[in-house]
């Protein structure tokens, strides 16, 4: 499913795509190399509220 999202994308814009599949409190991603996150179904695996406070808090000030 994430390769036809790649492949979608990628003739809809002349700009870099990458992706990128892990944990998201797990993946590094350093400042000002992504644009957007699109994490499908992820609040369904951060079920304390620590857990999903800490994997946004880690994306949000880029």
Known sequence: MLNKAFIR???QTKGKVGIIQGD????SLSKGSF???LAGAVLYHLRENRD???AFK???NY
């Open 9 to 11: 994308v990628s003739e």
């Open 24 to 27: 998201i409190r797990e993946v």
């Open 35 to 37: 644009d957007i996150i």
């Open 52 to 54: 999903w406070e800490q």
């Open 58 to 60: 880690n994306y949000m």
